[in-house]
């Protein structure tokens, strides 16, 4: 199994499981050579986890999966914590949370898992701060974050833990914070801009939050809007603002060779979109890439070897879930790839 990589699949909320028949998949593929990866083109099944959940928080510590909290088969909080060891095959129980969360935020410094926030059992967002020793498998409780929510986005860089946005009983939260890990203590940055939702959130190696698109929430009885506005905090220089060339929500964004991507999603258009553009950083404007070949919101996206792979989506059209797109900005081409 060492040359495997690993990624897990979730249930959704509102789909059913055979008991505890929850796979962990593994795409067997060989870290030195990506083409066979697609040579060998099949999936492994692993032993399923003892407990089934969606929407747990996933963490890599060494050779280790952790699988914290979730939502588990009642639709309620878990606060079930569990460890897959890649080596042996086999899972493990861990020591549990102290409560039951979902919609954790988790992140790993020093061989150690930062949790930070989510929601218990009463529906009610959390500002708790948890980490977890392997060596110990001991959960300690650090100072709780100033603005209690879950679904947050977080970064490590250096010893400094940034958390921005999350939600507060389904609303979306502008705080914008940062814990020190040194000296343990959380610091208020200055809010997120406006309150949003299906936008694209991506950092980049430099530390800049990007919040890009998505629907601006109303005041009021106002309605939601899409919006262009794209937000960049430099942890370094401050923050400052560019807009997209068009309006989208629900799309994919990331980093790529230095550029802010985005492709795909909704806009005031009937259907979703194909387009796709990037921020060019020295001209200081948006430039558009060739269109996507399938019209798609919705969909997941990982960058690879400085390679954004769109997969699957929604579209108003026929079913395009088994679909998945590359774009290699160098070349500055989108590629279908269709599996069999």
């Not at 060596?135 to 679904?151: G, Q, S």
């Not at 108003?316 to 590359?326: D, F, L, S, T």
Request: glycine residues 10%; positive net charge.
């Amino acid at each position: 199994m060492k040359n495997c990589i690993f990624s897990c699949s979730f249930l959704l909320p509102n789909w059913k499981s055979e008991g505890h028949n929850i796979e962990v998949c593994m795409y067997r593929c060989g870290i030195k050579s990506a083409v066979s990866c697609l040579q060998s083109d099949r999936w492994l099944g692993l032993p399923p986890m003892p407990t089934p959940r969606a929407g747990a928080a996933v963490a890599v510590l060494g050779k280790q999966i952790l699988v914290v909290g979730g939502v588990g088969e009642d639709q309620r909080p878990l606060k079930v914590v569990e460890m897959y060891n890649t080596e042996e095959g086999r899972w493990k129980k861990r020591s549990a949370l102290r409560d039951v969360l979902m919609g954790v935020s988790i992140t790993v410094k020093d061989s150690r898992a930062l949790a930070v926030g989510g929601m218990g059992a009463d529906l009610l967002p959390r500002s708790i701060l948890q980490q977890y020793d392997l060596r110990k498998d001991v959960w300690a409780l650090l100072p709780p974050m100033p603005t209690p929510r879950y679904d947050a986005n977080t970064h490590l860089l250096g010893n400094k833990l940034y958390v921005a946005g999350g939600r507060q009983c389904k609303r979306p939260v502008k705080a914008f914070e940062v814990y020190d890990t040194e000296s343990r203590s959380w610091t208020s940055l200055p809010i997120l801009p406006c309150k949003r939702t299906y936008g694209g959130v991506i950092w980049d190696s430099a530390g800049r939050l990007c919040l890009l698109g998505g629907l601006r929430q109303g005041g009021g009885h106002q309605s939601s809007k899409f919006t262009k506005n794209v937000n960049i905090f430099d942890t370094n220089q401050g923050s400052h603002t560019v807009t997209l060339k068009t309006k989208r929500a629900d799309f994919a964004a990331a980093f790529l060779r230095g550029r802010m991507v985005v492709a795909g999603g909704l806009g005031h258009q009937p259907s979703a979109l194909d387009t796709a553009e990037s921020f060019h950083p020295q001209k200081k404007k948006w430039e558009r890439l060739a269109p996507m070949n399938f019209p798609r919101c919705s969909a997941s996206s990982i960058v690879i070897r400085d390679r954004l792979l769109v997969v699957g989506g929604v579209n108003q059209g026929p079913a395009i879930w088994h679909k998945m797109v590359a774009m290699c900005l160098k070349a500055c081409d989108v590629r279908a790839v269709v599996p069999n």
